[in-house]
């Protein structure tokens, strides 16, 4: 069963960082993409990065270029997200994609002073 | 700025047909656009639905299917349960970005 475990989240201040986690399993996750997306409260999903298979191709959105990075490691089937220069707007449940087909269950992040 | 385009809510009764659909800011929606389609109801994570336009997953009731209407992504559902209220979302696929439009509240009524 594939299973997509987030964690990482918390509450941190505005100009703060944090790092997020997706522990993966039930599949080969070397052989597959990943993504992150995110949903703030009561809005709708916004994506935020991909990262290839072998971590050779990312991409990111416009709205965290330059202050998130994602990687992973394939060796402990886990995929990271750091994000630094955080704002109240990253308010947000963060969720960890197996290409589009499963999603983790979130991790909540809240920027706030 | 790209910006994906979706009904803000419809309404549908049990029973009925809807559909749903996508526009992008930038034209016509092509299959280039890879459309995808997610379910969310309240307190859950996103579900898929549909990838790559059309194509179903093992677990996508048979009552939804994908398609291009009018230049738009669509989705379409036939023989609405009470069950498939809930937010629905597109993807579209830009040259390795991905957009999610704003959703459609469905409901079922």
């Known amino acids: 069963e594939v299973q997509l475990v987030e964690s990482g989240g918390g509450l941190v201040q505005p100009g703060g960082s944090l790092r997020l986690s997706c522990a993966a399993s039930?599949?080969?996750?070397?052989?597959?993409?990943m993504n992150w997306v995110r949903q703030a409260p009561g809005k709708g999903l916004e994506w935020l990065s991909y990262i290839s298979s072998s971590a050779t191709t990312i991409y990111y959105a416009d709205s965290v270029k330059g202050r998130f990075t994602i990687s992973r490691d394939n060796a402990k089937n886990s995929l990271y997200l750091q994000m630094n220069s955080l704002r109240v707007e990253d308010t947000a449940v963060y969720y960890c994609v197996k290409g589009t087909d499963r999603w983790g269950q979130g991790t909540l992040v809240t920027v706030s002073s | 700025q790209t910006v994906v385009t979706q009904e803000p809510s419809l309404t549908v009764s049990p029973g009925g047909t809807v559909t749903l659909t996508c526009a992008s800011s930038?034209?016509?929606?092509?299959?280039?656009?890879?459309p995808n389609w997610f379910q969310q109801k309240p307190g859950q994570a996103p579900r898929a639905l549909i990838y790559?336009?059309?194509n179903k997953h093992s677990w996508t009731p048979a009552r939804f299917s994908g398609s291009l209407l009018g230049g738009k992504a669509a989705l379409t559902l036939s023989g609405v349960q009470p069950e498939d209220e809930a937010d629905y979302y597109c993807l579209l696929y830009y040259s390795g970005v991905r957009v999610f439009g704003g959703g459609t509240k469905l409901t079922v009524l």
């Open positions: 790559g336009t059309s």
């Open positions: 930038t034209g016509a929606v092509t299959s280039g656009y890879y």
């Open positions: 039930g599949f080969t996750f070397s052989s597959y993409e």
